[in-house]
């Protein structure tokens, strides 16, 4: 059975990245999501994609520059889905206490070495302060932020993001000891599934927002997908 992350809470329906689109996820009856987080400047894990404020707040600069108590003010509806009431940016916090996922993808974007060891750190004590071990891995592309996966969060779970065929992404998933591998659905061949799969990875494919092709990919056998549209990716699989 192929289960369903929903890709910011539900991207194509509700403001990402917020609690109305984590709570939207759930109210479509899918309890599984995926995240993007950046620390803020007294460093606090808050969940926004980008490194910068622009494309969802129309704000200037980057999250880095702001304490965790400003920028839980700005309201990060800009550019998204039409959304009655404003939706700040959430501490990740937030989200552990009032959204109750059953597995949750944490992705943490490239970072120099000193601030990948800080950000999986403070990763590492939330969960293990909220009991969600068993709950969470922590995904990235960036080399640097699986080594220091490895060397300072132990205890977390890993997966590597692949978005290019260049590397082969299962060595590489290999090599930084993963569980997971989130693979561009461009990448996701049934060669390199039943590979990965042969691995022992959970292959998780991003980001399926088509009915067909939710339904080719889970035929081919994939564990999970990411999706935009949590709701009609569970009408569709269900059907």
């Excluded at 990245?17 to 460093?43: I, K, M, Y």
């Excluded at 009032?98 to 000193?114: G, N």
């Excluded at 039943?194 to 022992?200: D, I, L, S």
Aim: hydrophobic fraction near 40%; charge should be positive.
């Amino acid at each position: 059975m192929t289960l369903l992350y929903g890709h910011r809470g539900a991207k194509g329906e509700a403001p990402e990245n917020t609690l109305a689109s984590f709570q939207h996820c759930l109210a479509q009856g899918v309890n599984r999501c995926e995240l993007d987080l950046h620390l803020s400047r007294d460093h606090e894990l808050m969940v926004i994609h980008d490194t910068t404020l622009k494309r969802t707040t129309s704000r200037r600069g980057k999250v880095s520059q702001h304490d965790a108590a400003e920028l839980v003010t700005f309201d990060a509806r800009h550019g998204g889905p039409g959304w009655p009431q404003p939706c700040p940016i959430p501490r990740l916090e937030e989200l552990f206490e009032q959204c109750p996922f059953e597995h949750w993808q944490l992705e943490v974007k490239s970072a120099s070495k000193v601030r990948a060891a800080r950000t999986v750190q403070a990763i590492e004590k939330l969960v293990a302060r909220h009991g969600l071990l068993d709950k969470v891995i922590v995904t990235s592309s960036s080399r640097e932020v699986l080594r220091a996966l490895e060397r300072h969060a132990p205890a977390l779970s890993r997966g590597l993001v692949a978005e290019y065929a260049w590397l082969d992404p299962l060595k590489v998933a290999r090599h930084y000891g993963c569980e997971m591998l989130v693979l561009n659905w461009t990448l996701c061949t049934p060669e390199r599934l039943q590979k990965a799969q042969k691995q022992g990875l959970h292959v998780s494919v991003w980001t399926v927002n088509e009915v067909a092709l939710m339904r080719r990919l889970a035929d081919f056998g994939v564990d999970s997908l990411i999706t935009d549209f949590p709701g009609l990716a569970k009408r569709t699989l269900s059907s």
